[in-house]
């Protein structure tokens, strides 16, 4: 059967004054489209598993909202991890869970806050995907095909000389490269084989779990250990107690860069971490001058490439601006170059 885990956890800061570690972006309408990103991630795999197969990782501060945004979701399918500590930890628990429920679980695993704008390509891409792995003993993750030289994403090197003998679209990893410079970015969008890093992985329980008890034998063994208590009074308590004892490492290092048979599909289909002011803006329907109006009333004049989020805001008007973000709420407004975004965690420390 097959499993999505949406990791939530995350703060979001980037989005600031928007998103913040009371409301992270994943849990606001980014967009403005009346739904927030957590809710269209849902959506996006509704035709792929069912409900009662979604799990949610995320802190208990925000128990409400979820409760609030996906009441679908079965309350024992939400997880709450008492600190943060990278990816590696909370997939290898929630693993652990979906086994005790489902041996033969197929599972793929994303973040919460990503857009995507081609809905029905992204469904053939994981059903895919999700096919390969519940054959096989591989890792899958989907490459996006660069459509510019991106230094905010991690890239994946593959090999593209052989596909995989079961499925012609997939590719064995040659490695994975960090968040490069604009240089060497530059360099890898002139190759065909350098994708962007989706953060997305699809995996069967059993491969995922076998991975983690070679590669990260201790952390493994301590949620195995907790086994007889998943579903029961005592979980979170043992939970609480075992978290703040574990390595904080995501599993790209835990995992990905260690495994052997790990594979992926090089897609196109509108995707986004949406990380910045910038990607926002690149991801919103913008007028004839590049600009981006989210809210009920944004007037641009003089203006050019900028975006603008100001949902509550009854009127918002922006005269001989080129390349700024301004956004408003709660009574705070930001107004910024796009340029300098990067400095706008120095802003609201």
């Excluded at 593959?158 to 994975?176: E, W």
């Amino acid at each position: 059967m097959n499993h999505l885990v949406i990791m939530a956890g995350g703060v979001g800061s980037r989005f600031w004054p928007l998103s913040s570690e009371v409301v992270p972006k994943q849990f606001l309408d980014v967009l403005g489209c009346g739904k927030t990103l957590i809710q269209l991630t849902v959506d996006r795999f509704k035709d792929i598993v069912p409900m009662e197969n979604i799990w949610i990782v995320t802190s208990e501060k925000y128990k409400a909202t979820i409760a609030e945004q996906l009441p679908e979701v079965p309350v024992a399918n939400v997880l709450f991890e008492p600190c943060r500590r990278n990816t590696a930890p909370c997939i290898c628990y929630v693993s652990y869970k979906i086994k005790k429920r489902d041996p033969r679980a197929n599972i793929v695993v994303t973040p919460s806050d990503h857009v995507v704008l081609d809905s029905s390509t992204f469904r053939s891409v994981v059903e895919n995907a999700m096919e390969f792995s519940a054959e096989t003993d591989a890792i899958v993750t989907l490459g996006m095909r660069p459509t510019r030289p991106e230094t905010g994403y991690g890239y994946i090197k593959a090999d593209l000389t052989f596909s995989s003998s079961r499925k012609k679209d997939i590719f064995r990893v040659d490695s994975f490269k960090e968040k490069p410079n604009l240089e060497l970015a530059e360099e890898y969008v002139k190759h065909d084989n350098y994708l962007w890093n989706s953060g997305i992985f699809i995996w069967s329980v059993s491969t995922i779990i076998n991975a983690f008890r070679v590669y990260e034998p201790d952390m493994s063994k301590a949620f195995e250990r907790l086994t007889p208590v998943y579903d029961t009074a005592e979980e979170q308590e043992r939970i609480n107690e075992l978290y703040p004892s574990l390595e904080n490492i995501s599993v790209d290092y835990a995992i990905l860069e260690k495994a052997e048979e790990i594979f992926v599909c090089p897609a196109s289909f509108g995707w986004s971490d949406l990380g910045t002011w910038t990607s926002l803006r690149d991801n919103s329907q913008k007028d004839r001058y590049g600009n981006a109006g989210i809210g009920q009333d944004i007037n641009f004049y003089d203006s050019f490439n900028c975006v603008v989020h100001a949902e509550k805001l009854k009127k918002v008007v922006v005269q001989g601006l080129d390349g700024y973000v301004v956004a408003e709420r709660d009574g705070t407004l930001l107004i910024c170059k796009l340029s300098e975004e990067q400095r706008i965690k120095l802003f609201h420390d």
